[in-house]
């Protein structure tokens, strides 16, 4: 059982390149999100999943795409890199009962824009 | 605006010294409120979840506590190795896919001195 993991864990891009971040869970947990932290900012929601073919904006979509076609990967794709994607990137997954929510975090990606 | 407010933003310690961390929400309709503790160069790790207003969770030396309009973490004869980030999160109900998101304070940064 490896949780959630995340590829790569270090990337540099220049800017105007393209790249997805790959993130798998072996929970079968139907949510899924990703999020990037900045130092003073927190952690921001970029996208999330409610499950299988479904996605939404969380606050800060702009310049990212994400599909789920299976329960298990959610990739993140940068469609044309800018210096202001600069970060650290989580993925998360989250298992909602009845009675009990916990959500999981990979170890993050960190991207550097040039 | 801010949805999710932590306060304060960093708070130093002695080591036995027991202190609160504040996570203050203007949000309506909460659906649950997290805890989560971050470590340097790595992702969130789960503490607690609580749902309703009276609630109260107990781990080692961390309790959290919530009311109406805010969350406290107490921390009780903390440890240099409690020394991290706090985060604390929020998912409340606006409608669509909104139960799949939670929105971050920006955290506290506890340091814990021998």
């Known amino acids: 059982n490896a949780g959630v993991t995340q590829t790569p864990k270090f990337q540099v891009l220049k800017t105007g390149q393209s790249m997805t971040l790959q993130c798998a869970q072996d929970m079968n947990h139907e949510y899924m999100s990703w999020y990037r932290q900045d130092p003073g900012m927190g952690l921001r929601l970029i996208h999330y999943s409610v499950g299988a073919g479904i996605t939404d904006q969380g606050e800060v979509p702009n310049g990212y795409n994400v599909s789920r076609s299976t329960t298990e990967d959610f990739p993140l794709r940068l469609l044309s890199a800018a210096p202001s994607q600069t970060s650290v990137y989580f993925c998360a997954s989250r298992y909602r009962g009845r009675s009990t929510d916990t959500q999981y975090f990979g170890p993050g990606t960190r991207l550097t824009v040039l | 605006e801010d949805q999710v407010t932590q306060s304060p933003e960093a708070l130093r310690l002695q080591e036995g010294e027991s202190s609160s961390l504040n996570c203050s929400y203007t949000?309506?309709?909460?659906?649950?409120l997290f805890w989560y503790r971050q470590d340097p160069g790595k992702g969130p790790e789960f503490l607690f979840t609580?749902?309703?207003a009276g609630e109260e969770k107990e781990k080692e030396r961390l309790k959290a506590t919530l009311t109406k309009k805010e969350s406290f973490l107490h921390i009780t004869a903390p440890k240099p190795e409690d020394s991290a980030t706090y985060l604390c999160a929020v998912q409340y109900n606006a409608g669509g896919t909104s139960y799949g998101k939670l929105t971050f304070g920006q955290g506290t940064i506890l340091t814990v001195h021998p």
């Open positions: 949000v309506s309709g909460l659906r649950g």
């Open positions: 609580l749902y309703s």
